[in-house]
T-cell receptor
């Protein structure tokens, strides 16, 4: 298996623009997580899905952030409009469920200028 | 919610020596404690984990200990090698991390001096 696949690896955008980050979880995994990593706040859980259903989005910082999982093999994290403080590395992770390891993708480094 | 504290933030040890990283957690319902290693430009990768029904687990040069009463757990790396240089994160979860997500510590930058 190729692991969790995220795209793009790097994204530079201007403030106010819409940004969409994409994730393909490992086949057969039914839990998917979005994390954000910054120097100041470390790794933070933004939202997670079980069987394509959003379970907890309490970590999403603002209404500008939204996430979808239309099917078991694809998820998006959208920021609209983007702001410089959204600059961070965004990770997607997946697992087979309770009491199992979470596998992380390579991340998307987002820079908002 | 859960809060995980991790110390130290930076640790420099001589090659061949041991390294110890410590974490505390706040939620007594947490029952799964993984450790992740993150190399530059890559995502975190699981190196070892421990569940609340055991007090210690070992895998070659890496070991983890858990004290549920005191709510702390530690990572021990023996005979450190240059490739151990990385950022290490501890984490805690109520359900094995696989279903409910992980709360991470702030990370420890481990530097192995030649």
């Amino acid at each position: 298996d190729a692991g969790v696949i995220q795209s793009p690896r790097h994204e530079v955008t201007e403030m106010g623009q819409e940004v969409t980050l994409r994730c393909k979880p490992i086949s057969g995994h039914n839990s998917l997580f979005w994390y954000r990593q910054t120097m100041m706040r470390g790794l933070e859980l933004l939202i997670y899905f079980n069987n394509n259903v959003p379970i907890d989005d309490s970590g999403m910082p603002e209404d500008r952030f939204s996430a979808k999982m239309p099917n078991a093999s694809f998820s998006t994290l959208k920021i609209q409009p983007s702001e410089p403080r959204d600059s961070a590395v965004y990770f997607c992770a997946s697992s087979t469920g309770r009491n199992t390891e979470a596998f992380f993708g390579q991340g998307t480094r987002l820079t908002v200028v | 919610g859960e809060n995980v504290e991790q110390h130290p933030s930076t640790l420099s040890v001589q090659e061949g020596d041991s390294a110890v990283i410590k974490c505390t957690y706040s939620d007594s319902a947490s029952n799964y404690f993984p450790w992740y290693k993150q190399e530059l430009g890559k995502g975190p990768q699981l190196i070892i984990d421990i569940r609340s029904n055991v007090g210690e687990k070992k895998d070659q040069r890496i070991a983890v200990t858990l004290n549920k009463t005191a709510k702390h757990f530690s990572l021990h790396i023996t005979e450190t090698q240059p490739e151990d240089s990385a950022v290490y994160f501890c984490a805690a979860s109520r359900s094995g991390g696989g279903a409910d997500g992980l709360t991470f510590g702030k990370g420890t930058h481990l530097i192995i001096q030649p």
